[in-house]
């Protein structure tokens, strides 16, 4: 067993023990090569959150980390395991009326989980810098990581009302992509498996930031994890 499976398996029976930074996640994405989101019925999990709520101060207020992990992504996983129950119901009697509505909100509440379910782990109190293979594929990609992150800033500060800004790796195309998505699951690209999401609803920032979107997203990129985003390229890389 290693570090990373002892600690899940930690997580999983100790229970009342302390969640190890950027492991809680981490462990999952060794054994499953993504994040496992569900349990073993195929039902939504709302996965701890990885650092203590107050970590990512001064950046990020405790009270907007508290209600956005709480409600905005907790609410999100209610809400898909409804849609996804009341498409089951809708199997079982063989009767399909409104699932074409289940679907679609289906789609938008299992899109938040996944993009802040990542958010989460690319966001840490002790940040690091792109190295390797990813810092390899953004030079390659975009000129200079500079160049990247000016990119992916621009992208998410311009987002069109809720939504967010995403690096993603392409298997298609064995490419690194930047996205500008809007609310959970509108202009993506088919494949794209998020590396890096920033959040840019206005709950992500509004306690703190009030109308300063550019301000936030600024200042989020003193907080991330990029060994967890390399951590996630080792794993998409290998859906190729
Ligand atoms: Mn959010």
């Not at 709520?53 to 809400?79: C, I, Q, R, S, W």
């Not at 390659?140 to 790796?169: C, E, H, P, R, T």
């Not at 890096?196 to 703190?208: M, N, P, Q, R, T």
């Not at 003193?222 to 967890?228: F, K, Q, S, T």
């Amino acid at each position: 067993m290693n570090r990373k499976e002892f600690l899940r398996n930690s997580l999983l029976l100790g229970g009342t023990l302390a969640i190890s930074e950027q492991h809680a996640f981490a462990g999952n994405l060794v054994v499953n090569g993504i994040d496992r989101l569900t349990d073993a019925q195929g039902n939504f999990v709302h996965q701890p959150l990885p650092f203590a709520e107050a970590a990512l101060e001064p950046h990020m207020d405790a009270e907007t980390v508290h209600l956005h992990y709480t409600f905005h992504h907790g609410n999100a996983v209610k809400a898909a395991n409804k849609y996804q129950g009341l498409i089951r119901e809708a199997l079982e009697k063989g009767v399909y009326d409104n699932t074409d509505f289940y679907t679609k909100k289906l789609t938008l509440q299992s899109s938040s989980h996944i993009l802040h379910s990542i958010f989460w782990t690319n966001l840490s109190a002790q940040p690091t810098e792109p190295t390797g293979e990813l810092l390899r594929r953004i030079e390659q990609k975009f000129g200079s990581y500079d160049k990247m992150k000016g990119l992916l800033a621009y992208l998410s500060k311009n987002v069109d009302g809720n939504g967010w800004g995403i690096l993603g790796y392409q298997p298609y195309f064995d490419q690194l992509t930047l996205l500008q998505c809007e609310d959970h699951e509108k202009l993506t690209q088919w494949g794209v498996v998020p590396l890096l999401v920033i959040d840019v609803w206005e709950h992500a920032y509004y306690l703190k930031w009030r109308n300063k979107r550019d301000g936030f997203v600024d200042s989020l990129f003193a907080l991330i994890n990029w060994d967890n985003v390399a951590e996630r390229l080792e794993q998409a890389v290998k859906l190729q």
